[in-house]
T-cell receptor, first 112, second 112 residues
Framework: NAGVTQTPKFRVLKTGQSMTLLCAQDMNHEYMYWYRQDPGMGLRLIHYSVGEGTTAKGEVPDGYNVSRLKKQNFLLGLESAAPSQTSVYFC???????????FGPGTRLTVT | DQQVKQNSPSLSVQEGRISILNCDYTNSMFDYFLWYKKYPAEGPTFLISISSIKDKNEDGRFTVFLNKSAKHLSLHIVPSQPGDSAVYFCAATPFTASKLTFGTGTRLQVTL
């Protein structure tokens, strides 16, 4: 039981490049979330999903897209990376009935 | 608009003493509150929660207090241990929502 895993752990991009972050969970959770953590800003919700095939915008969705084609996977895409997207990205999941979210280990992204 | 605020970015406490971490919120729709703990290079992990129908919840060395009239909650750690050194985030949600709003975090350092 791996819980929530994130791929990759680290990545450096040049401005304008694109990439996809993968989040996978093996707990059969309905809900999945993408957050970014920046110094002094806490955890801010980018996008989330309440079930397979659904997505919704969070607090800071601009510049990101997401897809939830399979229940266990939640993908976060950056189509044209900007230095402002340098951050640590966390994925989380939970069941419909519980509020406690389980987090992955994070992806550290640097955009130069 | 920061709906969940942790006004102390850092706190230093001696081992064996009590640590008190504070959190204020502005949204009166919040009725479930959580504390997460985060070590460097790891994802946040759930610590303890409290519903708005209670004013106290205890789990071992950790106690969370909720003062709804003041829109304030606090996390007490007694006794504090060096392994408690981490960043602590409070989070809040209405019962009807499926997403959490996080504070900016407080870095706790427990010294020997």
């Amino acid at each position: 039981n791996a819980g929530v895993t994130q791929t990759p752990k680290f990545r450096v991009l040049k401005t304008g490049q694109s990439m996809t972050l993968l989040c996978a969970q093996d707990m059969n959770h309905e809900y999945m979330y993408w957050y970014r953590q920046d110094p002094g800003m806490g955890l801010r919700l980018i996008h989330y999903s309440v079930g397979e095939g659904t997505t919704a915008k969070g607090e800071v969705p601009d510049g990101y897209n997401v897809s939830r084609l399979k229940k266990q996977n939640f993908l976060l895409g950056l189509e044209s990376a900007a230095p402002s997207q340098t951050s640590v990205y966390f994925c989380a999941s939970n069941t419909e009935s519980y509020y406690e979210q389980y987090f992955g280990p994070g992806t550290r992204l640097t955009v130069t | 608009d920061q709906q969940v605020k942790q006004n102390s970015p850092s706190l230093s406490v001696q081992e064996g003493r009590i640590s008190i971490l504070n959190c204020d919120y502005t949204n009166s729709m919040f009725d479930y509150f959580l504390w997460y703990k985060k070590y460097p290079a790891e994802g946040p992990t759930f610590l303890i929660s409290i519903s708005s129908i209670k004013d106290k919840n205890e789990d071992g060395r950790f106690t969370v207090f909720l003062n709804k009239s003041a829109k304030h909650l606090s996390l007490h750690i007694v006794p504090s241990q060096p392994g408690d050194s981490a960043v602590y985030f409070c989070a809040a949600t209405p019962f009807t929502a499926s997403k959490l709003t996080f504070g900016t975090g407080t870095r706790l350092q427990v010294t020997l």
